[in-house]
């Protein structure tokens, strides 16, 4: 009896832990799991040396585009970014104001700061490019993140461009059509009406969310767009990141990044998006700043390699997303320094975006609004996002806008004699209803089928002038 008792009592006592064992088990290799991907603690080190805007540090451990504090004499931190390195040796770009920094200050590295936060919160917001809010509204209160510089997609997994986008501007519907997902440059030089362009197609076009980047501009022209451009109705469903010129180079380049990652994170909602980056040429202009500043040896009047590299890394994060997914057209400003087409910026942005609107100094001058050149222009999608009809009628429209300007000091002078050519008597016979067809009023939409209806009455039998 009493050994039975006992053969009992100790099954029972060792059966617990037999049970028990599993789980301990598990608990200290889950344990174990998380303790190996615990980054390690990061290894400070100390301000040597500052020349410009660039800060060089030694005993840092951090890779390039990992973000570091600067600890000041008053208790507070600089923000800074590592750019480069040499040896042990790091190049930190700050990402603010730099006053009261000291030799030897500390440098500590910090973990998990190349996210940008991400959400509907961000809607009628104005932001900078560290996406701290400008507008006095309050916390952002986003709990999404997503990476400043983007994940790329498998080119053969996007969709490709199949519909027109009607962007409310006559000339551009009509002309120089564009398609939901492309990405056009709007080349121009300082003066000519970008800015209104942008505004119109920022209201008029047919987007779920616009997402506008102001890189490197006048701050005055920040409210200027919110408030007169963009206007209430337009800002309801948009995104302003804005870095002006006053911002350090690697400020201006986030911005860039960050209203490219909102862009992406509303594609990836199955969105369509309207980017607006207003300008190419500052994004390219802060990178040469930041080349130069580390040593980097100038290649093409005075714009390192590196600024060729970041152009296409960046523009190519725009377009449409994988099946079932997005979109995000994008309209990039491309400033024209002294009105040169051929400068080495626009040049090589030329080269990689699916079409260009050029605005000319010329036509601004006459007094036309938008100043859009037709003829220096092209849409490299129109081809095969409209039918066959419409491609006759603005190939004919520039035809006939072609002929009237290569006569036009001929008929300025009265050297041209009626009947000479048919073809010129048909460009004289049109030119005022041309001029009145390219011609827009900021405060006027023009649809799609408008458009395309006042270009077939033009170029047809009709009479009407077109509204």
């Not at 990992?66 to 990402?95: H, K, Q, W």
């Not at 962007?167 to 990405?183: A, D, E, F, W, Y």
């Not at 994008?330 to 087409?341: H, K, N, R, S």
């Amino acid at each position: 009896m009493h050994a039975r008792q006992n053969d009992r009592a100790s099954a029972m006592s060792t059966a617990p832990q037999i049970h028990r064992a599993p789980f301990w088990r598990e608990h200290l290799e889950s344990c174990l799991r998380k303790a190996r991907s615990v980054p390690p603690p990061p290894v400070e080190g100390v301000l040597t040396r500052m020349i410009g805007l660039t800060l060089e540090a030694a005993g840092c451990q951090a890779a390039v585009g990992d973000r570091c504090d600067v600890l000041v004499g008053d208790g507070g931190r600089i923000e800074a970014e590592v750019v480069g390195f040499s040896g042990d040796r790091l190049y930190l770009m700050p990402t603010g104001d730099i006053h009261g920094l000291k030799p030897n200050a500390r440098v500590v590295p910090r973990l998990g700061a190349e996210t940008a936060p991400v959400g509907p919160q961000l809607l009628g917001r104005i932001i900078d490019g560290a996406g701290r809010p400008l507008d006095g509204l309050g916390p952002l209160d986003c709990e999404a993140r997503v990476r400043l510089t983007g994940t790329p997609i498998n080119p053969l997994a996007r969709q490709p461009i199949e519909e027109p986008l009607d962007v409310g501007v006559r000339t551009i519907n009509s002309i120089l059509t564009v398609g939901r997902g492309q990405r056009v440059g709007l080349f121009a030089g300082s003066g000519v009406g970008k800015s209104v362009l942008l505004g119109m197609m920022a209201r008029y076009t047919a987007a779920d969310v616009i997402v506008v980047g102001l890189i490197g501009e006048r701050g005055r022209e920040v409210k200027e767009f919110v408030e007169r451009i963009l206007g209430p109705e337009g800002r309801r469903r948009a995104v302003v990141v804005a870095t002006p010129a006053d911002m350090p180079p690697l400020m201006r380049l986030h911005g860039a990044w960050l209203s490219t990652a909102i862009a992406e994170y509303f594609r990836d909602q199955g969105m369509s998006v309207l980017l607006i980056m207003d300008s190419l040429t500052r994004f390219a202009q802060a990178q040469r700043e930041i080349g130069l500043a580390i040593g980097e040896a100038p290649a093409t009047k005075g714009y390192p390699p590196s600024v060729f590299a970041r152009l296409p890394a960046l523009v190519e994060r725009a377009g449409n997303g994988a099946a079932g997914g997005g979109s995000i057209t994008a309209f990039y400003t491309v400033l024209a320094e002294g009105d040169d087409q051929n400068d080495p910026i626009a040049d090589a942005a030329r080269a990689i975006l699916d079409g260009h609107i050029v605005l000319s100094r010329r036509i601004a001058e006459s007094g036309q609004y938008p100043a859009i050149d037709v003829e220096a222009s092209v849409s490299r999608v129109m081809q095969e996002i409209v039918p066959a009809e419409h491609i006759a009628l603005a190939r004919r429209f520039r035809q006939t806008l072609s002929t009237y300007q290569q006569n036009r000091d001929l008929i300025a002078i009265g050297a041209y004699q009626k009947g000479s050519d048919p073809r010129v008597d048909e460009a004289i016979a049109l030119w005022p209803r041309m001029q009145g067809f390219l011609q827009q009023d900021m405060r006027e939409r023009v649809d799609y089928q408008e458009s395309l209806q006042a270009l077939q009455s033009l170029l047809g039998s009709g009479e009407e002038q077109p509204k």
